[in-house]
């Protein structure tokens, strides 16, 4: 079966030195998500993006995520579980950073994303990268977050929030272990995909990516 790389850039996006803008010029089956303003950081409005993406997809995907993208994708992963191959979450941005309608800076009052996010394993073998001074994410939580979502965790060392200020803008190491993801994952028996990858109708409304934005709406009505 063809899976497709989907990139799933951060917080104002990637840029074509970054990692992942390098990484998706050599990947022929790689493509980014489209659809987000990357200026924007509302979680539902970015997770809608990326299940649409799965769902779009012919056959399963790899998630390589960054950031705040790590959050979105994981809620449409959450969702997509037989159309999700595996995930490669690299420094996650903290979630308490994040209110439902954008930044804290932004909107200080209101609920975190934190609360949005899956509280158990997800449905997809899944690497959390993080760095030991990520100034977005504490180690300690990263550690917590891939216990959550049942990830490996991949320390890296001292790399900052690896992105292009940082130095990250060819990364062999990224590609190695989205590799390695998908060599562990090779044989690695997906749920039944329907014609368009989506869930039952009747559960629907309970899914994610609906928790999501019924607490993003109940947030604007604050």
């Known amino acids: 079966m063809h899976h497709t790389t989907l990139i799933v850039p951060g917080f104002h996006g990637s840029g074509p030195a970054h990692w992942q803008t390098w990484l998706e010029g050599r990947l022929p089956d790689a493509r980014r998500v489209t659809g987000i303003d990357w200026e924007l950081p509302v979680l539902a409005l970015w997770a809608a993006e990326v299940r649409r993406e799965i ?28 159309k999700v191959a595996g995930l490669l979450l690299v420094a996650p941005a903290e979630p308490r950073r994040f209110s439902l309608l954008g930044t804290r800076e932004q909107y200080p009052g209101g609920d975190s994303v934190a609360a949005a996010l899956p509280a158990e394993q997800l449905g997809s073998p899944s690497l959390l990268v993080a760095s030991r001074n990520d100034p977005w994410l504490d180690f300690g939580r990263a550690r917590e977050l891939a216990e959550r979502w049942g990830s490996r965790l991949v320390d890296i060392g001292e790399a900052g929030h690896v992105n292009t200020a940082s130095g990250h803008g060819a990364w062999p190491q990224g590609m ?14 997906l749920g039944a995909i329907d014609d368009a990858g989506k869930a039952p109708a009747a559960g629907r409304r309970f899914s994610a990516l609906a928790r999501l934005r019924r607490q993003t709406r109940a947030n604007m009505g604050a």
């Open 176 to 189: 190695g272990l989205l590799a390695e993801l998908q060599q562990a994952c090779d044989g690695f028996p």
């Open 55 to 82: 769902d779009a997809t012919p056959g399963a995907v790899w998630i390589v995520a960054h950031s705040f993208g790590c959050l979105a994708s994981v809620i449409a992963a959450a969702d997509r579980p037989a």
